[in-house]
């Protein structure tokens, strides 16, 4: 299978040039081909790879060790896997400068500090000490940043450094980049599927189809161009036509499922100190679902919407609080289902469709086997699978097809509440505008009531009735989506800020 | 970390408790005793007999019985052996410490020879090294243990260049420390290599499965984008990564080590606990039985708990926990 076909691709010192396609381009591909990085049953068919006239396909695995981190270097895609687990940071820092330089110890320790800085910490001594799991996702993509820039290289390859942080983390790297770009003369290709982040940051861009570049140019030329599929990546959200629904009498419909004063706490050791201390994750909180509505719960990472979900759908219990569905004591019930952000590790790959599908019947003791399977099959193709391929492995199916089928599994339980927790944030926007539409379709259908949580607002609009903003596990606004742009809280603000940040000017529609 | 390690040994104790108690059940379940022999000897009167159980105190009921193990326990006798008429403990002491002279360089030795080899089979990039590697941990998972010490008898009674059993030869005891080390190390080697061969394989398919799996990670892609050598890839950055499995495997290794030991002792007439175990078992030897358990599920114990300790002290994420 050829990934990429005829590539031409040329950076100038101190430019970045922007990488844009769908999932499945061959953008990642060509990032790590620009490294010699690609997989073992990857191989560089034909064509060259020139860095200042050496060509890197023919180099030998010691010059490529040379030129990596030193010359050309890599922010790959999830920031969370980028670091070793177990070592310390500054271990991983120090060691690229190692490769690359024979400073001393006291110089790699100045160094190493210095680099953090660079990178926005203020407490650079604490991070190096520390492991990747104590920091937060945008701090591990920072950590990543500055490993990868140590040695101060001239070109920077960065492989989708925003996807999985929420909105305004990835609004402060791009910050972050920009301003290394200016003040190091990097330069950069930077490879992504949100044309957002480009306007900004990028001086030409190349758009992908395929394995192959579909079109050329700076932003300007690029958006008058007439082929659909440049203007779709480019304007996922004016691609996705959709009229905002009519919005549901909120008031009047019962309410499905209440919250009441829930709180809770997790106990957590300090950072390298053995003192514990306490972090409200819940507090207080106040909360009513309409019947046939959907509720959208957005706040940055930490701010504790993800427990909250996880109390209601009965995964944690709450140290105080009541939580009434249909006016009764709630207990983990099928009425209430829940989906994950990440389909890959939500789903066992190993079962194929259709037992991922009916085992929720089974586990119900539905009906017979025959009755499972015929139901199984009716319900992928509820969600806009083929129930041909109910044979294939749930591993084999794409990031999008792989959601729909875990909300085809959570809807073989018949539920009248269905929490998705990030559920649409891996996906890139074309493909969330899929969901959404889908989402919005069984709602009419089936009357089913969603709890919507996010990070971002993409779509908040079209299919929201009522916006929850929480902060520090509280609940600190709320707000109809048509008052978002409007709103004072600085929690809100900052959401709209990033949203806005990251989004293409005059598509926002979406807010 | 001291409350950690506190924890563990508590929960060997509590451990140790019930085994013992097992023990006593289960071999009270089995049928017949030591004194069961002389019943078919016409020539010793039945009254005799109850004697000589009220002397050993067989005709006591069980807890009683329990009871008393655990008193002469706590006084390091741990029973008495009706066989020898000595202390159980007077016999087991010196084969646990020819046991552990056995196993200890045998597990250190594998694991040595295991890490290396299995890290750089898994880093490797030709073909040809997977294949033989899979032919060759096949073929040695695939021979039985006692196979292996037949085989390494065989071998020394063909070239004559080891000794074909005992732990020492006659008189070495006479000779200087030098000599005598010199003697017990020639002597040990076959039993040694036979265990380590007996162990090899398996540790070698873990390790490398193991370190595959960290290679095929996002952070040691990133790793390599960094320009870091190969050597420091594999070995500082992929083996941390996958010591966790490894070190779980490192506590299971001691226990799987003895009992193909005591195998390999009763063959190559290693003065361990083994033969110990088998003819104390043959003769009904209650005490020295369960004192020979005991020991086993010991050095299993203790086993399992250095695994944890180098399991905190390796993942930063454990320790958390903890």
Not at chain 2, 155 to 165: C, M, N, R, Y
């Amino acid at each position: 299978m050829r990934a990429l076909r005829g590539v031409d691709l040329e950076v100038a010192p101190g430019q970045t040039v922007g990488v844009l396609g769908e999932s499945g381009s061959g953008k990642s591909s060509l990032a790590l081909a620009l490294m010699r990085l690609l997989p073992r049953n990857a191989r560089i068919a034909s064509g060259s790879i020139e860095y200042r006239g050496a060509n890197l396909a023919e180099f030998t695995s010691k010059q490529l060790r040379k030129m990596r981190g030193a010359e050309v270097a890599l922010i790959s895609q999830e920031p969370a896997l980028a670091l070793n687990p177990v070592l310390t940071l500054g271990t991983q820092i120090k060691d690229v400068l190692k490769a690359h330089s024979t400073l001393d110890r006291a110089q790699l320790a100045a160094r190493s500090k210095e680099i953090l800085c660079e990178m926005g910490f203020e407490d650079p001594e604490r991070i190096l000490r520390a492991y990747p799991h104590q920091l937060s996702g945008g701090q591990r993509q920072r950590v990543a940043i500055a490993q990868a820039l140590v040695c101060r290289p001239q070109l920077l390859i960065a492989d989708e450094p925003l996807s999985s942080l929420d909105a305004a983390t990835q609004a402060e790297i791009v910050d972050l980049l920009q301003r290394l770009k200016r003040e190091m003369g990097l330069a950069m290709v930077f490879v992504t599927h949100n044309a957002g982040v480009l306007w900004s940051l990028a001086d030409l861009i190349v758009v992908m189809r395929e394995g192959a570049v579909l079109a050329r140019g700076s932003m300007d030329e690029l958006q008058r161009s007439p082929d659909p599929y440049v203007q779709s990546v480019l304007f996922p959200e004016k691609s996705v036509l959709m009229a905002p629904r009519e919005k549901a009498p909120a008031a009047l419909a019962q309410p499905l499922l209440e919250v009441r004063n829930l709180s809770k706490k997790f106990i957590q050791r300090h950072i390298l100190s053995r003192k514990k201390f306490m972090v409200q994750s819940l507090e207080a909180v106040d909360l009513a679902l309409p019947e046939g509505t959907t509720t959208a719960v957005l706040g940055r990472s930490g701010s504790g919407k993800s427990t909250l979900a996880r109390c209601i759908a009965g995964f944690e219990t709450p140290d105080s609080g009541e939580i009434l569905l249909e006016g009764r004591k709630q207990q983990l019930t099928r009425t209430v289902q829940m989906i994950f952000q990440d389909a890959a590790t939500s789903l066992n790959p190993r079962f194929t469709a259709r037992q991922v599908v009916a085992e929720p019947l089974e586990i119900a003791r539905w009906k017979t086997e025959l009755d499972r399977m015929a139901r199984a099959l009716e319900l992928m193709e509820e969600v806009g699978l083929d129930s041909a391929s109910a044979g294939r492995l749930a591993g084999e199916f794409s990031g999008g097809q792989r959601q729909r089928l875990a909300l085809a599994r959570a809807l073989a339980a018949e539920p009248k509440l269905l929490i998705m927790d990030e559920a649409l944030s891996g996906l890139d926007v074309p493909l969330q505008a899929q969901m959404v539409r889908l989402l919005m379709d069984l709602q009419a259908r089936h009357g089913l009531t969603y709890l919507y949580i996010s990070h971002d607002l993409n779509f908040i609009s079209l299919f929201v009735q009522e916006i929850i903003v929480m902060e520090a596990g509280q609940i600190v606004e709320r707000l109809a989506p048509s008052r978002l742009g409007r709103s004072e809280h600085p929690a809100t603000r900052a959401l709209v800020m990033a949203s806005e940040r990251l989004h293409a000017p005059g598509v926002e529609a979406v807010v | 970390m001291i409350r950690y390690i506190a924890r563990r040994i508590g929960h060997g104790a509590v451990m140790l408790f019930g085994i013992s108690i097992f023990l006593f059940l289960l071999l009270q379940a089995a049928p017949g005793e030591f004194l069961s022999d002389l019943k078919l000897n016409s020539q010793i009167s039945p009254e005799t007999i109850v004697g000589l159980r009220a002397q050993y105190g067989l005709d006591q009921p069980l807890p009683v019985r329990y009871w008393k193990w655990v008193e002469s326990s706590a006084k390091g006798e741990f029973g008495y052996s009706f066989a020898y008429n000595v202390p159980a403990s007077t016999l087991l002491w010196p084969r646990a410490r020819n046991t552990l002279l056995l196993s200890l360089p045998a597990v250190l030795l594998s694991w040595l020879i295991a890490v290396p080899l299995g890290v750089l089979v898994a880093g490797s990039k030709w073909r040809w090294v997977d294949r033989l590697f899979s032919a060759g941990t096949s073929t040695l998972l695939a021979l039985p243990d006692v196979l292996i010490a037949l085989l390494a008898l065989l071998i020394a009674l063909k070239t004559g260049l080891f000794p074909v059993g005992g732990m020492t030869s006659i008189g070495a005891q006479e000779q200087s420390i030098w000599a005598w080390l010199c003697d017990l190390a020639w002597h040990m080697a076959l039993p040694v290599a036979a265990l380590v061969v007996g162990l090899l394989a398996m540790i070698l398919r873990h390790v490398r499965a193991s370190v595959g799996e960290v290679l095929e990670s996002s952070y040691m892609r990133a790793a390599e984008g960094h320009g870091l050598s190969r050597f420091k890839l594999l070995f500082r950055y992929a083996l941390p990564a996958a010591a966790n499995p490894l070190i779980s495997l490192f506590g299971l290794s001691v226990a799987l080590l003895l009992s193909i030991s005591l195998l390999i002792e009763v063959v190559m007439s290693w003065p361990g606990i083994g033969p110990l175990l088998l003819e104390s078992i043959l003769s009904r030897d209650l005490f020295v039985v369960i004192g020979a358990v005991m020991l086993s599920t010991v050095f299993l114990i203790l086993g399992n708990l250095l695994g944890d300790i180098l399991l905190y002290a390796f993942d930063p994420r454990i320790r958390r926990q903890a």
